[in-house]
């Protein structure tokens, strides 16, 4: 993965920021791999998925994967994998430096685009809650929340279910 200037980073504003989210094309993995499992294992340390089960989400043609580039480096991803008209989003990251910056809306905004045209009409995901993560995820969404499931606890932390209406 190219390395960020971080300097650059900070001078630039959210409006300033030029990403863009695209879906994965299954094959290309040895492009893309070093970073994703870079941001994998920086925001989830030992808990982070394998670079194992990380290639074999992406190289799953059933699933549907989303990449989020600040110009030519990898900065986000989303694995989601499909049954019928349903979609489970199996993992969301965002590069730890790039956080906080509202590009996780770029990401679901192609995500969900690339969903609906796939006929799916629901997502369901569970979300982190001592990061504050679940509380956003529901505060995004807003009335499309159809479900809101009971805290577990998980490898990753107490997590929260949601169901989603697309």
Partial sequence: MEKMNLNDLKSETMESLSVK????????WKKIQGAIIE???????????????????FENRQN????????VMVIGFTSTSINGNNAHINNVVIHP??????????????LENT???RAVVEITM?????????DKVKKFYG???????????????LQRFFRISL
């Fill in 115 to 117: 969903l609906k045209s």
């Fill in 126 to 134: 569970d979300a982190a809650v001592e990061n504050g993560y679940a």
């Fill in 143 to 157: 009335d499309r929340v159809l479900e809101i499931g009971t805290d577990k606890k998980s490898p990753w932390g």
């Fill in 39 to 57: 941001i994998e294992t920086m925001e989830f340390k030992d808990k982070a998925f394998s670079a194992q089960e990380l290639q074999e989400d």
């Fill in 64 to 71: 549907v994967n989303i990449v989020l580039r600040h110009g």
């Fill in 97 to 110: 430096d790039y956080q906080g910056r509202g590009l996780i809306g770029t990401l679901m905004s192609e």
């Fill in 21 to 28: 989210a695209e879906v994965y094309s299954p094959g290309s």
